[in-house]
């Protein structure tokens, strides 16, 4: 039997089947992996093997820290605390969000917390000083792209760990670049040109979060937990720790000085992101074992030359994002095929990273939508909230189409 064309086709057909099902893909992963398992004859302990344990324990232990983190109310402080470098000048607020945003993402929680986190403040200020707060949301979302895939976030994590199963190593730096020169840019293209906010005229009303950042300190509890971070990416960086591990020390330390309430932080981990991820993994990896991705790499292939394949992968990548999970799905399905496309290979996995992240401002996606339930959380109509829709999806495709271009171009053959 064609077990390659199969398995490939269970794939697709698992990822559409969870989007329009509302069901956690990684379920429907490892589910699906179980019947293709015994019709290809492959034992029950084999595909269990397929379950990447360093993977979770990273993504856990991480996804530990900055939950507490965030409990605390460390990671909202900090923010607000760097807004308040804009002094309440609202043409300052967009660069500022930006660059909030990557560096809270780069230092840890990644792109869906600090989405989360930036959308709130962002509804806050926009509420305060009268400003749309469409025009502002895309802000956070392209920050905290720009800095989520550093080496020490859950979904840079992914990237690296893939990256590495291809045999290339330290790509932790040239994903980072890579995806913080894409975001900034078209960041840029939203300022000026978009939404226009150089020529920005209205006078802001009293910014609540930027007086709060001025006046309110950080706790004990916050200064613990701050001291945490940069002892976790000490560990990792100089002693060459597992960041999972490092993460888990960290953790163990906060709660025994009572800067977090482990059973509160335990209940909100995104226990949902992280069998998505290790599900669909388990069903890659099966796919992989039938030569399902050797023969996506090879009908790739014959669509590509070295100049095109950047930006078809990235485009590709984005198309997939848009109905499944960046990290989850995208990055694990679309990096192994790599070696196989015949072109710059680094430039491939940015251009993987960095269309899979740029569709993630659609409400579709979690960032996505975690920003309109933001917005909608205020006093709006449904047609308010049905026109926000339609412009996060076309600021999606733009971002998207906006990547590939760069692709085009050889921007990610530099880093």
Known sequence: MNFDLISLLILCATIVAAFLLKINSGVVAIAVSLVLARCAGIADKTLISFFDNNLFIMLLGVMLLFGIAQENGTLELLAKKILALCGGKVKLFPPILFLVAALIAAIGPGPITVSALMAVITIALAKETNVPAMRLL??????????????????????????????????????????????????????FFVFRWHSYKVAPREVAATETGKSQRFNLKQWFTLGGIAAMAALTIFLKINIGLAAFAVSLILIILRAGDEGVVLKKLSWGTLIMITGVGILISLVTELGGIDLLSATLNKFMTEKTAAGIITALAGVMSWVSSASGVVMPTLIPTVPELGANAPALVIGICAGAHAAAISPLSSCGGLMLAAYSSGDITAKERNKAFGQLFLMSAGGVAFCAVLGLLGLYNIF
Request: no cysteine; charged share 5%.
């Open 138 to 191: 895309p802000f956070g979302a392209l920050g905290s792209f720009a800095g989520g895939l550093s080496p020490i976030t859950p979904t840079g994590i992914v990237g690296v760990t893939q990256s590495e199963a291809i045999g290339l190593n330290d790509m932790g730096g040239q994903i980072l670049l890579g995806l913080a020169v894409a975001n900034f840019l078209y960041a840029v293209i939203l300022y």
